[in-house]
């Protein structure tokens, strides 16, 4: 498994003038996809592993889950399993999270997300919930 690192900032009063350094760790970047995701229409959630879903059932909100982030050159990879809701257009669906992510990760990072990758891993309907 990859190590997650953390992204840095430079902040500036002037030029040439220097703050200091912004450390952003990887956890924060999950959970602002993890929301970004589910606040689009016809995603119905994000889908974890066995370990996020134990947890859950024990009642701890994780944010995000389904989601892996990266880093290679310099660019950052994402990549978020999600679950839709049934009756949507899944391609049109899966490129409304792909922009939301990007919206929601500049707007709050200021980082462009290099990829969005988004795996739909099962379908929820009202009557049967087929997932995985």
Known sequence: MADKTN???????KPGESLGRIELAPEVLEVIIGIAT???????????????????KLGKVIH????KTNW???KLIIDVYCVAEEGELIPQVAENV????REAVFH???IEAGEVNVH????????LSVTE
Do not use: P
């Not at 689009?40 to 066995?50: D, H, K, P, Q, Y």
């Not at 995000?64 to 989601?67: F, L, T």
């Not at 792909?98 to 992510?101: E, G, R, S, V």
């Open 38 to 56: 589910t606040e689009v229409e016809g995603i119905a959630m994000t889908s974890g592993n066995f370990a996020t879903g134990v947890a859950e």
């Open 120 to 127: 739909v891993t099962g379908i929820r309907s009202e009557t």
């Open 72 to 74: 290679i050159d310099n």
């Open 108 to 110: 709050m990072t200021s």
């Open 98 to 101: 792909q922009k939301k992510i």
């Open 64 to 67: 995000g889950k389904g989601v």
């Open 7 to 13: 992204s840095f900032f430079e902040t500036n009063a």
